[in-house]
């Protein structure tokens, strides 16, 4: 026969467990909110980038028919951009994307009228500090991700995340196009 003290301790017990396994899924859902948002920052400067490339192209407009191909596949990019539906796939057109924007950056060295333009300056350097913000946010949300990972890949979180059904965040990969240098 139990006595009393012990049902009061097996329900403390029990309410301590409960409470316990309900603040850890609280902390995984609210890092899960926190990765969220830091995507949102990120896939906001995607699209504040995106904007910018018109204004690109139209300060390079009469300067060069030749490189009017990467003007076209510029566009079919930051269109694909916009529609990617995973962030591998967004972070691999916007890697392609870099590397047509660094192109062009390229072809303004060899045209001083156009590197000298005004409008082509202003667009090209909001197109860096938007490479630059885009890389520390990765930096900081790939962080969390591999928080998170680890977190409901290891015991108690585990135990947690597989009830709530919890999967691994994608990191954002990125090869390292830099606009900076360009």
Not at 55 to 66: D, I, M, P, S, Y
Not at 98 to 107: E, H, Q, T, V, Y
């Amino acid at each position: 026969m139990l006595t009393l003290g012990l049902l009061l301790a097996l329900l403390l017990a029990l309410i301590g467990l409960v409470a316990g396994l309900a603040a850890m899924h609280n902390a995984l859902v609210s890092e899960q909110r926190e990765l969220r948002r830091s995507w949102g920052e990120i896939d906001s400067l995607f699209k504040r980038r995106q904007d910018e490339i018109p204004r690109l192209l139209k300060a390079c407009e009469g300067f060069t028919q030749r490189e009017h191909d990467v003007f076209v596949r510029l566009l079919d990019l930051r269109g694909r951009a916009q529609a990617a539906p995973t962030i591998a796939a967004k972070a691999a057109i916007e890697e392609e994307l870099l590397a047509l924007l660094g192109s062009i950056f390229a072809l303004a060295d060899n045209l001083p009228e156009l590197k000298n333009r005004e409008a082509f300056r202003q667009s090209q350097d909001r197109l860096r500090e938007f490479a630059a913000q885009i890389a520390r946010r990765r930096d900081a949300y790939n962080a969390g991700v591999l928080r998170f990972n680890l977190k409901i890949q290891t015991p108690p979180h585990s135990f947690v995340a597989n009830f709530a059904s919890m999967a691994p965040h994608e990191p954002f990969k990125a090869a390292g196009t830099d606009l900076c240098d360009a």
